[in-house]
């Protein structure tokens, strides 16, 4: 009889698993979508982006939820400087 091997990774490194690969198929999905040709295949590929987007975000949140991916506050100087900074570009 044939004894199952435990799992050596637990949720954490599963979900953190997902969440990178996830991160992967939204790059690749970008770089099919600004080069598809046709409006099926951008139609495609827009909603195969706002897919893996959505789930990232999920995964994320779960993670976040779970104390796994903490997230620091920026300091509100550091914010208005780079609203400063970028928001200058975008009126000029």
């Known amino acids: 009889m044939h004894q199952q091997t435990p799992c050596a990774y637990g949720d954490k490194e599963q979900i953190t698993d997902l969440l990178f690969s996830e991160k ?54 550091k914010v208005d400087g780079v609203k400063t900074k970028f928001g200058n570009k975008v009126n000029a």
């Open 24 to 77: 992967s198929l939204s790059g690749l999905y970008n770089t099919d979508l600004s080069e598809a040709a046709t409006p099926d295949v951008i139609a495609t590929f827009r909603r195969l982006l706002d897919d893996s987007h959505s789930t990232s975000r999920m995964l994320f949140d779960e993670m976040h939820a779970r104390g796994w991916y903490p997230v620091a506050k920026a300091e509100d100087t």
